[in-house]
Structures are given as structure tokens and as C-alpha cells.
């Protein structure tokens, strides 16, 4: 009964397989074996479960809802196992391995080639792996062991067990459509001057922090956001102002990422001192070699033009 209970690596790794192939066939000539032996292999998974997986059909197979969520929950697992290994080799050989880094959207280009570049020159025993994902993803996968380190914008939301530094801060900046009639305006504007125009707002559930601060600085430019649309990320926002649909404001460090359609201006007088930043978090356990990655990634702390 023991043996019957070994969910190993192989085993967990051929059901995935064939959960993405979706045939036998398929399956057994990509994971390079014999069609009935996976087959087989899979009926003693599926007993060690204690619940059908697959549903088998004359073209094929598909999930069940266990299957699914079974799925689900075995990537996790060797996503965790990679990661667990990842760390014990890092921490017994010193600073050498494989660290697993999230980031959000629209940081990529702005602060992750900075920290490759100083990864690759001052730790070239580590090799760092990049993962894409939403704010309340990238921390959930470092909380549970899967990511070693995640850069976010917005860290109030993180459990207790995380940890956040500041690796950068950028004031924040009006973004106008390209053909606006202050693009082109050089030392600045004013927020005041956008008083009348209509506005695209960041969503408050998905960029509460941003959300915040666009209403905090135009109170104190003296007047309420005439919302016409929300959006729940950087590049919806852009979007609408590139389509000389409203304006906005966002962080003056993305001037580079906005397309062509949209122009970011400096603002001057009373909203100056309105920044937002970008975090790295971690797990408070974190190994030497994050803790040495995330060290040269703060002294550097790049700042927007």
C-alpha cells in the first residue's frame, strides 16, 4: 500500500502530459515510451487518487473536474519540489543555482535588464529565471516557495510571512494623448490645467495604490477626476489616452513604455512630491543568494529621469 501511495516526480510529470496533449498517443511519443505503459501508469494514479482523472473517448482524452484541479495542484507540487531543490543546492554551494524572479507587467523593460545585467557581471554562478504574472500572483507563488524573489508595484496586500523593500521610486507624471494641446509643453504643466478634460482612471481593486494618488493629487490641484472609464492595468490606461480619449496620470518612469500615442509630462507646483515606487518582496527565511541579489539590486536603486 505504501508503494501504491509514491506520487513521484515521473509519475506527476507523464499525467500533465497527457492532461496537455489530450491523446495517448500523443503523450507517450513526447514523453519518448511505449503507448500502454502510460496508460498503465496512469490507471495507478488514478487509484492512488481514488477518483478518475480522464475521461477516455475513440479520439482522445479530457479532464474531469478532479482531473482539473488535480492538475492544477501537481504543477504547484513540482513547481515547489524544482524550487525547494533550487534553494538547498544555493545555500549548500554558496551562492550558486537557479533563483526563479515574478515581475508584473510594464516593469520588464524598465528595471529587469539592470538587474540581469548586475546578476550576470557580480553573481555569474546564479542563473536567474523570469516569470510573468498578475500583483496578487507573483506574491502568492513567493509565499509559497515557488518564486524566490517578486517585483510588484503594490505591496499592502502581502501576507504576513513577506517581506518589502523599496527598489525604486518615480514621481508621477500626466499622461496626455500625443496630439494634445499641452504635449508638447516642455518645462511641465500644471495638474490644475487638466482640470476640465475627461479622465481614465486606475481601477481601484486592481491598482488601489495608483488609484489613490491620482484622486490625492487632484485634490490638491483643486479639483475632482471627470471619470469616463477605468482600467485595471498600465497598458489599458495607455490605451485609452492613446486613443485621444481622455488623459491620465501614471508613473513618469514608464515614459518609455507608453507607445506613440501617448505623451508624459512632468508636473510642477503642488503634486511634485506625489512618487510611486516598485518592491521587491521575498519570504522572511529568504537564502543568501537572494539576499545578495536583492543587496546590489537596492545600492542601485535606479531612479526615473
Same mark, same amino acid.
Given at each position: &500500500?505504501?508503494?501504491d501511495?509514491?506520487?513521484s516526480?515521473?509519475? @506527476?510529470e507523464?499525467?500533465?502530459?497527457?492532461?496537455?496533449?489530450?491523446?495517448?498517443?500523443?503523450?507517450?511519443?513526447r514523453l519518448?515510451?511505449?503507448?500502454?505503459?502510460?496508460s498503465q501508469?496512469? !490507471?495507478?494514479?488514478?487509484?492512488?487518487?481514488?477518483?478518475?482523472?480522464?475521461?477516455?473517448?475513440?479520439?482522445g482524452?479530457?479532464l474531469?473536474?478532479?482531473?482539473e484541479?488535480?492538475?492544477?495542484?501537481?504543477?504547484? &507540487? @513540482?513547481?515547489?519540489?524544482s524550487a525547494?531543490?533550487?534553494? =538547498?543546492?544555493?545555500?549548500?554551494?554558496? *551562492?550558486?543555482g537557479d533563483v526563479?524572479?515574478?515581475?508584473?507587467?510594464l516593469?520588464?523593460?524598465?528595471?529587469?535588464? /539592470? &538587474?540581469?545585467?548586475?546578476a550576470?557581471e557580480?553573481?555569474?554562478?546564479?542563473?536567474?529565471?523570469?516569470?510573468?504574472?498578475?500583483?496578487?500572483?507573483?506574491?502568492?507563488?513567493?509565499?509559497?516557495?515557488? *518564486?524566490?524573489?517578486?517585483f510588484?508595484?503594490?505591496?499592502?496586500?502581502?501576507?504576513?510571512?513577506?517581506v518589502?523593500?523599496v527598489?525604486?521610486?518615480?514621481?508621477i507624471?500626466?499622461a496626455?494623448?500625443?496630439?494634445?494641446?499641452?504635449?508638447? /509643453?516642455v518645462?511641465g504643466?500644471?495638474?490644475?490645467?487638466?482640470?476640465?478634460?475627461?479622465?481614465v482612471?486606475?481601477?481601484?481593486?486592481?491598482?488601489?495604490?495608483?488609484?489613490?494618488?491620482? !484622486?490625492?493629487?487632484?485634490? !490638491?490641484?483643486g479639483?475632482?477626476?471627470r471619470?469616463? =472609464?477605468?482600467?485595471d492595468?498600465?497598458?489599458?490606461?495607455f490605451?485609452y489616452?492613446? =486613443?485621444?480619449?481622455?488623459?491620465?496620470?501614471?508613473?513618469?518612469? *514608464?515614459?518609455? *513604455?507608453?507607445? /506613440?500615442?501617448?505623451?508624459?509630462?512632468?508636473?510642477?507646483?503642488?503634486?511634485g512630491?506625489?512618487?510611486?515606487?516598485?518592491?521587491?518582496?521575498?519570504?522572511s527565511?529568504?537564502?543568501?543568494?537572494?539576499?545578495?541579489?536583492?543587496?546590489?539590486? /537596492?545600492?542601485?536603486?535606479? !531612479?526615473?529621469?
Amino acid at each position: &500500500m505504501a508503494d501504491d501511495m509514491n506520487l513521484s516526480r515521473r509519475l @506527476l510529470e507523464q499525467f500533465l502530459v497527457v492532461a496537455q496533449e489530450k491523446h495517448f498517443g500523443r503523450a507517450a511519443e513526447r514523453l519518448g515510451m511505449r503507448q500502454p505503459p502510460l496508460s498503465q501508469s496512469i !490507471q495507478r494514479l488514478e487509484r492512488v487518487v481514488g477518483a478518475r482523472l480522464l475521461d477516455r473517448g475513440p479520439h482522445g482524452v479530457r479532464l474531469t473536474p478532479a482531473g482539473e484541479s488535480f492538475a492544477a495542484d501537481a504543477r504547484r &507540487m @513540482l513547481d515547489l519540489q524544482s524550487a525547494a531543490v533550487a534553494r =538547498a543546492r544555493r545555500i549548500s554551494t554558496g *551562492l550558486e543555482g537557479d533563483v526563479r524572479i515574478g515581475y508584473v507587467s510594464l516593469m520588464s523593460q524598465l528595471y529587469l535588464p /539592470t &538587474m540581469l545585467r548586475t546578476a550576470a557581471e557580480r553573481l555569474p554562478g546564479l542563473r536567474v529565471h523570469l516569470q510573468h504574472g498578475s500583483s496578487a500572483g507573483v506574491a502568492d507563488r513567493v509565499r509559497t516557495g515557488t *518564486l524566490d524573489l517578486g517585483f510588484l508595484r503594490d505591496p499592502r496586500r502581502l501576507a504576513d510571512d513577506l517581506v518589502s523593500r523599496v527598489i525604486a521610486t518615480e514621481p508621477i507624471a500626466a499622461a496626455v494623448p500625443h496630439d494634445h494641446r499641452l504635449a508638447h /509643453t516642455v518645462d511641465g504643466i500644471a495638474l490644475a490645467e487638466l482640470a476640465r478634460e475627461d479622465f481614465v482612471l486606475p481601477d481601484p481593486g486592481a491598482l488601489p495604490v495608483l488609484a489613490e494618488q491620482v !484622486q490625492l493629487a487632484c485634490r !490638491q490641484a483643486g479639483f475632482a477626476p471627470r471619470e469616463v =472609464a477605468t482600467a485595471d492595468d498600465l497598458t489599458g490606461l495607455f490605451s485609452y489616452v492613446a =486613443a485621444g480619449l481622455c488623459v491620465s496620470l501614471a508613473p513618469a518612469g *514608464l515614459r518609455h *513604455l507608453t507607445g /506613440t500615442g501617448v505623451t508624459l509630462l512632468p508636473l510642477r507646483g503642488g503634486t511634485g512630491h506625489l512618487d510611486t515606487a516598485v518592491y521587491a518582496i521575498h519570504r522572511s527565511d529568504a537564502d543568501p543568494a537572494v539576499t545578495r541579489l536583492l543587496e546590489l539590486i /537596492t545600492a542601485l536603486r535606479p !531612479q526615473s529621469p
